[in-house]
């Protein structure tokens, strides 16, 4: 009798580059659990480092966060054919723009579907019309699609875990594993460097992410005489509406405390010439950034909102502030860089917590096994 055929697992994604940082770990376990892993994504740099994991690879002629009518409605097309030839046994769609078209697209299809979401994005926080439109509409379509058969949602906090249950999802269709797994083997505690403090930020530049706020409070560290540097690694993103335009960026070269590192290919350069890791986001699901900084050795100076708080944790490997709040954030940075054994005591507890809760092993588990569950229908 012929053995029945290895499951087909199809990853939606809207970039190759958010594939390989923040589902590679769960896909490779996939793999080795014997699921036939495909990837459906734009590709632009990292096609090749897909395919040479062994992943089937499905290109995507798709822009992340265009809303032209006519766009959307092609993209629902190309993706429903790709389900309907590929017929994977299960998808999970990765992030917001992921999860309504794919949705849509699979009208009339068998598969098991897991919606991810990383976060609920800039069209929950951010400011402007375009912003104020989607929370209009987003919440009450998310109502319905997350709400399908055979779908179910994972999410990376509690408190998206509450805000997907206020749409009427059963909560126990909803899922959570914390981020996305880090190498712990790799990302290994550093010694402090030399000099005076370094605060460094790591991610996109993006409004939503604290970076005015983070620009303002070392304007108020620099002006009381505190000689603690900031390092920005990262770039722009202009496919977020929140995004800081280049201008703007290059206007901040002028002051002689940043330093502007674009983006960094190992993060271990960064954090090697950092004392403190700071992100003063808005919201988060589940900050990659905080969680290598804290794999490194890091403490961490954070806001307190959802997402932040389940890696920096107040008094235990960080300190937390409000959001939008200079003065605050200036207040915390200046604590931390003035005491190097809190540092060193938070930068332990933060590498003791990565280790316990969100290493690549743990996180790829959890996500095999549910994989399984979908599959037999018990999701």
């Known amino acids: 009798m012929k053995p029945p055929a290895a499951p087909i697992l199809l990853y939606l994604v809207t970039e190759d580059w958010f594939f390989v940082s923040h589902r590679l770990v769960m896909a490779r376990a996939a793999r080795e659990a014997g699921f036939r892993v495909h990837v459906a994504t734009r590709t632009s740099a990292h096609a090749d480092a897909i395919r040479a994991e062994g992943f089937a690879l499905h290109p995507l002629d798709w822009r992340r966060g265009d809303l032209n009518p006519l766009r959307l409605a092609a993209a629902v097309r190309d993706i429903r054919r790709l389900y309907r030839a ?34 609920l994005g ?20 998310l109502a319905v699609l997350l709400r399908r058969p055979r779908a179910a949602v994972l999410v990376e906090n509690p408190d998206d875990r509450s805000e997907v249950a206020a749409l009427g999802v059963d909560p126990a269709r909803i899922f959570l594993i914390p981020g996305a797994g880090i190498d712990v083997a790799q990302l290994r505690p550093l010694p402090e460097p030399e000099g005076p403090p ?3 930020f790591a991610g996109r530049l993006l409004a939503d992410k604290g970076l005015r706020t983070l620009i303002a409070a070392h304007r108020i560290l620099a002006d009381s005489g505190n000689p603690v540097r900031l390092l920005l690694a990262g770039s722009g993103d202009p496919a977020n509406p929140t995004s800081i335009p280049p201008a703007e960026i290059d206007s901040w070269q002028r002051h002689r405390w940043l330093t502007l590192l674009g983006h960094v290919a190992d993060i271990r350069e960064v954090w090697k010439r950092a004392h403190i890791a700071v992100l003063p986001s808005r919201r988060e699901g589940l900050p990659k950034s905080l969680l290598e900084a804290a794999a490194c050795g890091r403490p961490i100076v954070a806001t307190d909102v959802p997402g932040c708080r389940e890696i920096a944790r107040q008094g235990v490997n960080a300190l937390l502030v409000p959001p939008d709040d200079a003065q605050a954030l200036a207040g915390a940075i200046a604590r931390l860089a003035a005491d190097p054994v809190l540092r060193a005591g938070m930068g332990q507890a933060g590498r003791s917590l990565v280790e316990r809760e969100f290493s690549s092993a743990t996180i790829a588990g959890a996500a095999v096994a549910l994989y399984r569950r979908l599959l037999a229908g018990h999701g």
Request: with cysteine; charged share 10%.
């Open 86 to 119: 590929l017929r994977p046994d299960l998808v999970e769609q990765v992030s917001m723009q992921s999860i309504v078209i794919g949705s849509l697209a699979m009208t009339g299809q068998a598969a098991a579907c897991l919606n991810a979401v990383t976060g």
């Open 122 to 141: 800039s069209a929950f926080t951010a400011p402007g019309l375009r912003a104020r439109l989607m929370r209009a509409i987003l919440p009450a379509l």
């Open 198 to 200: 370094v605060v460094a």
